[in-house]
């Protein structure tokens, strides 16, 4: 399978008010387990990137003060993923976040809409429940992507666009993993 991962960072999660600041996507052959294609770009943002943005990404105004526009890399990604005709879209929370916020800001620029199916690794760890490293605030397991990372040992500099697009693979790999080892174990104990 033909699998586009795909992860952005952004000003912050209006998506009629902010901006995109990196873009990055991997083809991956998952039978042949090898990357096959990627795109990642930073992106000169219509606005200042706010402080909070900048601790959290690391990804400061300076960094992008020369890089092209959100219009231009758009262009270039959506190009990128129709040519590289993926059989689905994979990301952490991107049915309601990274495709949602892509295809309102393609609409931006009249440049259409991403409209391949997806998985969305967040809800597949929300249904396994895999190891993780972190809680929430009510001290649930947080099943955002750097704290099922840090469950499997995943190692990774988290919240930048390319690092978490591998991050992922890898994430989604042991997921895989999980979910089988459950079913042979679920198996085993009704003597199967």
């Not at 033909?2 to 052959?29: C, V």
């Not at 990372?149 to 890898?170: F, K, L, Q, R, T």
Request: glycine residues 6%.
């Amino acid at each position: 399978m033909r699998a586009l991962f795909i992860d952005i960072e952004t000003t912050g999660f209006s998506r009629d008010w902010d901006y995109i600041i990196e873009i990055a996507a991997i083809l991956y052959d998952t039978e042949t387990e090898t990357e096959i294609d990627r795109f990642h770009e930073y992106i000169k943002p219509g606005k200042k990137i706010p402080d909070k943005i900048i601790k959290i990404t690391g990804i400061t105004n300076y960094k992008v003060a020369n890089c092209r526009s959100e219009d231009d890399v758009l262009r270039d990604f959506i190009e990128f993923v129709y040519i590289s005709q993926p059989d689905v879209l994979i990301g952490h929370n991107i049915d309601a976040f990274d495709k949602p916020f892509i295809n309102k800001r393609l609409g931006r620029y009249f440049l259409g809409e991403i409209e391949f199916k997806t998985i969305d690794t967040l809800k597949l760890a929300r249904k396994i429940k895999p190891p993780v490293g972190m809680s929430t605030a009510t001290g649930k397991p947080s099943y955002k992507q750097e704290s099922v990372c840090m469950g499997y040992g995943i190692d990774y500099e988290a919240h930048s666009a390319i690092e978490d697009v591998g991050a992922n693979i890898v994430m989604l790999k042991c997921l895989n993993n999980t979910l089988i080892e459950r079913e042979a174990n679920k198996r085993k104990g009704l003597g199967f």
